[in-house]
């Protein structure tokens, strides 16, 4: 017999786009291999789009967002997984064309899970979630590109956010100078704590600049996008690179060639929502080996799945420090 489970539900016919709590019947459930009760889920700025209707980022109606979660596997038709075993999601489309993890239950295809690494509870792996992945897939391309420690000082902007804040938690636990960029001076003894060792002001940086500025980064991660990007590469090394991975500031990149083709610099993109599996499993293992999971609860709010709506439109206006974790049996 099906049974109810809580969840946010995105609708827009016939009223209006607007998103609320509701109990829902198993049997709405989309088609998949896997059912997960879902243990944590998170807030990431996709989920805080989709809540508000402030971008197209649902594609179907009605909806569960939620671009992310960790649980238990409930039952599978597929044999790679069992049930009783735990398992966490990034991306896939989940929580766009695919009903997401803001609620108590998901079914989802198999090739879309990961087991949950040893290392961490479902909890703790909603802490990281998607923007902490995400920030594990760009340090990566920095290695990939053979940034080290002794390359020199590592920008990261928006660091105060969720992808920021483990970006530079992670940096600082390899032994990397990093600069932490943030429009919240009031956060500057978070981001130390984090492992910080500049930080700099995000109005440096937010105007149109010269096509090219002083030489000083060694390498950045990016989660801006338009004239904070733009600046960002027009101040790297001779060599450098940066890993863009958001558009906080804008879709727009008013930029020039000059910083590519007279420092032979590298911007590279970084995708999260259909990543192969390969590189999420091993971003998942680089975690488990280089985040320092004492400072999860530095980065870490706890909120019920009740209280997600009301920190959705904060989140898109930058008031939200680090990493909502969401228990959706609260």
């Known amino acids: 017999m099906a049974s109810m489970f809580n969840a946010i539900l995105v609708e827009r016919d016939p009223e209006p786009y607007r998103a609320s709590l509701k109990s829902l019947d198993e049997v709405r459930l989309p088609p998949g291999e896997v059912t997960v009760r879902v243990e944590y889920s998170t807030i990431n700025y996709k989920d805080a789009l989709a809540i508000t209707g402030s971008g197209p980022v649902v594609r179907q109606f009605p909806m569960v967002p939620g671009i992310d979660f960790a649980g238990t596997v409930d039952s599978s038709n597929n044999s790679a997984y069992q049930r009783g075993d735990k398992v966490?999601?990034?991306?896939w489309g989940v929580g766009e064309t695919h009903w997401g993890g803001l609620a108590q239950m998901a079914r989802v295809k198999a090739d879309w899970l990961i087991p949950l690494p040893a290392a961490f509870t479902t909890?703790?792996?909603?802490?990281?979630?998607?923007?902490?992945?995400?920030?594990?897939?760009?340090?990566m391309a920095l290695e990939r590109h053979g940034v080290t420690p002794d390359s020199g000082a590592i920008l990261v902007t928006g660091a105060a956010g969720g992808v920021g804040s483990v970006a530079v938690a992670i940096l600082s636990k390899l032994g990397f100078h990093v600069a932490a960029m943030t429009g919240r001076p009031a956060e500057s003894d978070f981001l130390k704590q984090l492992g910080a060792l500049e930080i700099i002001e995000r109005t440096q940086y937010a105007g149109a600049g010269k096509p090219l500025a002083k030489e000083r980064w060694a390498a950045a991660i990016d989660v801006a996008g338009s004239h904070t990007l733009a600046n960002v590469c027009a101040s790297l090394?001779?060599?450098g690179i940066v890993a863009a991975c958001g558009l906080a500031a804008g879709m727009d990149?008013?930029?020039?060639?000059?910083?590519f083709i007279l420092r032979g610099i590298t911007l590279a993109g970084i995708d999260s929502v259909m990543r192969p599996r390969p590189d999420r499993v091993e971003a998942w293992r680089r975690l488990s080996r280089d985040l320092d999971i004492k400072k999860l609860d530095l980065l870490t709010q706890e909120i019920s799945l009740s209280g997600v709506i009301e920190r959705a439109a904060?989140?898109?206006?930058?008031?939200i420090r680090g990493r909502i974790v969401v228990d959706t049996h609260r």
């Open 88 to 91: 966490v999601l990034n991306g």
């Open 123 to 139: 909890r703790q792996a909603m802490a990281i979630g998607t923007a902490g992945y995400t920030a594990m897939l760009c340090v």
């Open 237 to 239: 090394r001779y060599g």
């Open 253 to 259: 990149f008013p930029a020039t060639v000059a910083p």
């Open 314 to 319: 904060p989140f898109l206006q930058g008031k």
